[in-house]
């Protein structure tokens, strides 16, 4: 069975998370501060807070945003879940806005019409590892006063401009989580290049309290902490952090390795031509977190016939991205909206396997059945 995506993960994880045991420091401690320092270092951040994952990170960002009940945050249906429900946690509205059907990023045009009174912020997604157009979502939230997230969960590596995702806003969030590029177990991190809101994330995720753990541990003065605000418990352990910082130095190895696979695929399906295949256009640099085929009108077969047939081969794939207004949590509060590139989009693509080490034989196989099958 070829799966789907496979986490990389060696014996250097497993040796680094042994040591990080045996020092006795469990969670948020020196390791934390270690994986911050070269998360900023790798991607060019000025800051950057560990959480538990990119949903706590998106909260946070959400949070420090000042959005609050009453707003409305402009975000693309087509996207994880997560990125409207952490908008949902602050009781803000969540307004979708179309994709382009080339690239699946947020619609400028669109997102722009949908601005109103009530709209707070924008939140963009790098979808699937390709980056959205960065520069132009700043310039019109400066227009409007609006604040700008960047969900960045799958983009770990990608650049934007010559530039790593992470380095060009106030607010980005990234993702650990197996299905990603590099994985914590579970994790994630917010890199920003406001101070303010780095002292705030940091508070805010271990429950508003005023002094670190390890600030209290090296103090050789009684200290006592004070909860400035209501927190949260968004802590990342030692233990992910000294996973992470060993994934960390093979990120450029890992994404050199997903591109090879990712041209293969090109240079061999682009002669099908009820397919089309993902567009990097100039300035954009995607880390081939997932490799997304859209089956045309004229596809022999139908998206979900090809998965099943794919999967009688042994061969796994899953559908492309989800729209959230139409999941079940928020299809009655959206029932109005129409979203016709997104529902398409997501009707019409599949997500074939890509990970490392992927052998020329596994690569072979998957190219090989989707000849057979939309020739
Ligand atoms: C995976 C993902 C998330 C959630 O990340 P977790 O670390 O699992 O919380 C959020 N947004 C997008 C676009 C994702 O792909």
């Given at each position: 069975?070829?799966?789907?995506?496979?986490?990389?993960?060696?014996?250097?994880?497993?040796?680094?998370?042994?040591?990080?045991?045996l020092?006795?420091?469990?969670?948020?401690?020196?390791?934390?501060?270690?994986?911050?320092?070269?998360?900023?270092e790798?991607?060019?951040?000025?800051?950057?807070?560990?959480?538990?994952?990119?949903?706590?990170?998106?909260h946070l960002?959400?949070?420090?945003?000042e959005?609050?009940e009453?707003?409305?945050?402009?975000?693309?249906?087509?996207?994880?879940?997560?990125?409207?429900?952490?908008?949902?946690?602050?009781?803000a509205?969540?307004?979708?806005?179309?994709?382009?059907?080339?690239?699946?990023?947020?619609?400028?045009?669109?997102?722009?019409?949908?601005?109103t009174?009530?709209?707070?912020?924008i939140?963009?997604?790098?979808?699937?590892?390709?980056?959205?157009?960065?520069?132009?979502?700043?310039?019109?939230c400066?227009?409007?006063?609006?604040?700008?997230?960047e969900?960045?969960?799958c983009?770990?590596?990608?650049?934007?401009?010559?530039?790593?995702?992470?380095?060009?806003?106030?607010?980005?969030?990234?993702s650990f989580?197996?299905?990603k590029?590099?994985?914590?177990g579970?994790?994630?991190?917010i890199?920003?290049?406001n101070?303010a809101?780095?002292?705030?994330?940091?508070?805010l995720?271990?429950?508003?309290?005023?002094?670190?753990?390890?600030?209290?541990?090296?103090?050789?003065?009684?200290?006592?902490?004070?909860?400035?605000?209501?927190?949260?418990?968004?802590?990342?352990?030692?233990?992910?952090?000294a996973?992470?910082?060993?994934?960390?130095?093979?990120?450029?190895?890992?994404?050199?390795?997903?591109?090879?696979?990712?041209?293969k695929?090109?240079?061999?399906?682009?002669?099908?031509?009820c397919?089309?295949?993902?567009?990097?256009?100039?300035?954009?640099?995607?880390?081939?977190?997932?490799?997304?085929?859209?089956?045309?009108?004229?596809?022999p077969?139908?998206?979900?016939?090809?998965m099943?047939?794919?999967?009688?081969?042994?061969?796994?794939?899953?559908?492309?991205?989800?729209?959230?207004h139409?999941?079940?949590?928020?299809?009655?509060?959206?029932?109005?909206?129409?979203?016709?590139?997104?529902?398409?989009?997501?009707?019409?693509?599949?997500?074939?396997p890509?990970?490392?080490?992927?052998?020329?034989e596994?690569?072979?196989?998957?190219?090989?059945?989707?000849?057979?099958?939309?020739?």
């Open positions: 069975m070829i799966p789907i995506a496979k986490p990389y993960l060696t014996k250097d994880e497993a040796q680094s998370a042994y040591d990080t045991i020092t006795g420091w469990v969670t948020q401690g020196p390791r934390v501060e270690e994986f911050e320092k070269k998360f900023c790798y991607t060019g951040a000025e800051y950057a807070v560990a959480v538990s994952n990119c949903t706590t990170a998106l960002a959400t949070i420090v945003s959005i609050r009453g707003d409305e945050v402009i975000c693309p249906s087509m996207s994880y879940v997560a990125s409207s429900n952490c908008i949902k946690y602050t009781g509205k969540p307004v979708f806005a179309e994709v382009e059907s080339e690239t699946y990023n947020i619609d400028l045009s669109h997102a722009e019409k949908l601005i009174d009530k709209t707070k912020a939140l963009i997604v790098h979808q699937i590892g390709m980056p959205a157009d960065i520069d132009a979502f700043r310039t019109l400066k227009k409007h006063n609006l604040k700008l997230i969900d960045a969960a983009a770990t590596g990608s650049a934007y401009k010559g530039k790593k995702i992470g380095s060009h806003s106030e607010l980005v969030c990234f989580h197996p299905r590029v590099i994985t914590t579970e994790g994630g991190m890199t920003t290049s101070e809101h780095y002292k705030r994330l940091k508070l995720r271990q429950h508003g309290m005023s002094v670190s753990d390890r600030v209290r541990h090296q103090s050789d003065k009684i200290i006592f902490e004070d909860h400035t605000e209501i927190g949260y418990n968004y802590r990342m352990t030692d233990f992910q952090a996973i992470g910082i060993r994934q960390l130095e093979k990120l450029d190895w890992i994404i050199g390795e997903r591109r090879k696979i990712a041209v695929y090109i240079e061999e399906l682009k002669s099908i031509d397919i089309r295949l993902p567009e990097e256009r100039e300035g954009y640099f995607s880390n081939y977190q997932s490799f997304s085929i859209y089956l045309k009108d004229n596809s077969i139908s998206r979900n016939e090809l099943q047939k794919l999967l009688d081969d042994g061969i796994a794939s899953r559908r492309g991205i989800m729209t959230s139409r999941e079940t949590a928020y299809k009655n509060e959206f029932k109005e909206i129409k979203l016709p590139v997104s529902e398409d989009a997501s009707d019409r693509s599949i997500m074939i890509l990970y490392i080490p992927m052998t020329g596994e690569i072979s196989r998957v190219i090989t059945a989707i000849k057979k099958y939309l020739n």
